[in-house]
């Protein structure tokens, strides 16, 4: 229920994610592209040859005291004028933010033009530091997209630069003002050391309106410097959570591009029928 098309900055086409999908079998399913809902809405218009439930959806940057929360939301109202408002905003400031980038490598002698980024965005709007990793591969600069994070696009290093983004509330606020539901991906990547700070990043969400928790996620792929036992003891938080607090439990691989991740993160049966019934109503 979480990944990424060529619309935003994964390498699958929403119909190669939609093949995917029905070859792993998933019961529900949904491409969440990062402010823009291109890809989900060509995904929706196919779906209905699937037998898996097919649910539009986004993934929405924002950020809450220098902490970076995503949003998630899904089976929203794809044709409401102020949600595509909205995002049209949002994909300006992705735009401008590669200006600024370009312009930090080139201090230091790093040459990416915007056409060779464009180049990575094909028919996507969401401009994103893979698509400059890719980039910076491609034109020889580094080996990998990781190392390129890890010398120029990471935080703090030369080529990191801070979008500006909203804060969470209002995410949510924009994804309920489409009908939609939100839900907090991967919370582990918002904090796992200290569980009573996770808990107040939870709490505060859930005052803004949020519906439900990413539970199930890749850890071992996106994460490999968490524990298995840190991971363990992080869901098993969240699993207590959910039910004190009655909200849903989703699960997603985050796939952008390596494919073996996909349908890999499995829900517990009795959540899925949750879903299956939250989203029919
Ligand atoms: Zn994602």
């Known amino acids: 229920m979480h990944c990424h098309s060529t619309f935003s900055d994964g390498v699958f086409s929403p119909q190669e994610l939609l093949s995917f999908a029905q070859q792993k079998e998933l019961t529900i399913f949904s491409i969440t592209d990062h402010d823009t809902i291109d890809g989900t809405n060509i995904a929706k218009e196919q779906s209905e040859e699937f037998s898996f439930m097919y649910l539009t959806g986004i993934e929405l940057s924002s950020r809450y005291e220098k902490q970076k929360i995503e949003i998630l939301g899904y089976n929203f109202d794809v044709l409401h004028k102020n949600f595509n408002q909205k995002l049209k905003l949002l994909q300006m400031a992705r735009k401008q933010r590669i200006h600024k980038v370009i312009a930090r490598l080139e201090e230091i002698d790093i040459d990416i033009t915007y056409e060779d980024i464009m180049k990575q965005i094909g ?91 990413e539970v199930y996620y890749n850890y071992s792929y996106h994460c490999p ?32 591009d390596h494919k073996a991740i996909f349908g890999e993160v499995k829900i517990p049966e009795d959540e899925i029928q949750k879903l299956i019934q939250h989203f029919t109503v």
């Open 123 to 213: 028919e996507g709007v969401s401009a994103g530091r893979p698509h400059f990793a890719r980039a910076l591969v491609e034109n020889g600069h580094v080996k990998t997209v990781k190392e390129a994070f890890e010398k120029y696009l990471g935080v703090g290093k030369p080529g990191y630069v801070r979008r500006e983004t909203i804060e969470p509330e209002e995410a949510i606020k924009i994804i309920h003002s489409a009908k939609g539901t939100t839900i907090l991906p991967h919370p582990l990547l918002v904090e796992v050391e200290d569980i009573e700070k996770l808990e107040y990043y939870l709490n505060l969400l859930l005052s803004w309106g949020l519906e439900g928790i």
């Open 225 to 256: 410097h968490l524990s298995e036992r840190t991971v363990k003891n992080g869901i098993l938080f969240l699993e207590k959570f959910c039910k004190k607090n009655d909200l849903l439990m989703t699960g997603g691989s985050d796939l952008h």
